[in-house]
């Protein structure tokens, strides 16, 4: 089984506490993303998974067994690092190998040992035995490398590199796959690439996997499921769809995408609107307010700008009157900062072509509908 489950995990290192009471339940064949900036404990998080960290208190299951004690190369999960670690100086069909020859190594007699080491110097002086090289093949053919198995990994480009450490990874079988930050040193179009790749594999596989990034995109595009955290917290789990739409603290809401976050009061319930007032607008929103000062959560999609002299009825819609301070051509959408108050809004709008894009120093008029006004 691969499932995983941390219980009350904290990680300490001196007077600095990296990980506090983290507690999480990701299921067998679950795709989750641990999500956050840097030095938020994600990292550190799958190292203790992994067995390359020892949590200060907690537990940490693999399927039924707790590996607490259990060494790392004997946890059955796969790991794939940021910087790949591959071997320079062996072919991409050695670094696929080396795990198994490695796993082979431990469980052999002292005879067949040495032919063992002889392969791990050099493939001339120890020949692979049918099952590791039918296996190796295999999965170089499943990540479309098989054509490359004899290439030196220095020859390849990032994406191939990044799809070897995925098969030396996947070679071993294992009940959990691991991947720290395995696309942050790809370009923009290869990144975009490498998720589908990744997430295909994934689902063909039905493998459990843990995916640290930074990057919201990654999270939001791939995972099933995504933790986010902060400070050594977790502060929100959940699916993309639920962490974009019902964020629940301004630090979600401003890190899973972006967001227009405004200080307010509830000035008033009205026909069952909460009516909340701020510096240079009035807003009302058709959720509820838990306190009477609450942040209200705008996303920049959700706002229309129409002209300053447009008659808008303002019981159908919110209307806030504001400035164009700087408008950006992004191809299919503008995108519109607008100086609301002390407030500075951005606005992303669909563009049409041939459109009309408002200026800067134009006066204009927001439009968000009641249910867009997210209130925490």
Do not use: W
Not at 57 to 82: H, L, T
Not at 115 to 138: A, C, H, Q, T, W
Not at 274 to 296: C, H, P, R, W, Y
Not at 322 to 327: L, N, R
């Amino acid at each position: 089984m691969g499932s995983v489950k941390i219980q009350n995990m904290t990680k300490t290192f001196g007077d600095f506490t990296a990980l506090h009471d983290i507690n999480l339940d990701i299921k067998e064949g679950e795709f989750f993303a641990l999500l956050g900036p840097s030095g938020c404990g994600k990292t550190t998080t799958m190292r203790c998974v992994a067995g390359f960290e020892n949590p200060t208190s907690g537990s940490i299951y693999i399927g039924d067994r707790e590996v607490e004690n259990v060494p790392a190369n004997k946890r059955n999960c796969g790991m794939v690092f940021q910087s790949y670690a591959l071997f320079p100086h062996m072919d991409v069909f050695d670094n696929v190998a080396y795990s198994l020859n490695i796993k082979h190594l431990n469980a052999s007699n002292p005879i067949k040992r040495l032919s063992i080491f002889g392969r791990l110097l050099s493939k001339r002086l120890g020949k692979y035995p049918d099952d590791i090289r039918n296996k190796v093949m295999e999965i170089l053919e499943y990540v479309e490398l098989d054509q490359h198995a004899n290439r030196l990994t220095s020859e390849l480009s990032g994406g191939q590199q990044q799809r070897v450490a995925l098969a030396r990874a996947l070679v071993m079988e294992p009940a959990v796959l691991l991947m720290d930050e395995p696309l942050s040193n790809l370009d923009q179009k290869l990144r975009h690439s490498m998720r589908n790749t990744i997430r295909t594999i994934q689902q063909d596989l039905g493998i459990t996997t843990i995916f640290v990034t930074h990057d919201q995109e990654e999270a939001m595009s791939m995972a099933d499921r995504v933790a986010v955290m902060d400070k050594g917290h977790i502060v929100q789990i959940g699916t993309p769809t639920d962490l974009y739409s019902n964020p629940q603290t301004p630090f979600i809401a401003n890190f899973v995408g972006t967001s227009n976050i405004l200080k307010g009061t509830v000035a008033a319930e009205e026909n069952g609107m909460t009516v909340m007032k701020g510096e240079g607008f009035q807003l009302k929103s058709s959720n509820k307010a838990k306190n009477k000062d609450v942040d209200i959560i705008i996303r920049p999609e959700h706002v229309r700008v129409e002209p300053a002299d447009s008659v808008i009825d303002p019981l159908q819609t919110n209307v806030i009157e504001g400035e164009v301070i700087m408008s950006t051509y992004l191809g299919s959408i503008v995108r519109y900062d607008v100086q609301v108050g002390s407030y500075q809004l951005i606005v992303d709008t669909t563009y049409s072509s041939g459109a009309n894009i408002f200026q800067e120093g134009k006066k204009v008029k927001l439009t968000v509908d009641h249910e867009r006004v997210l209130l925490i």
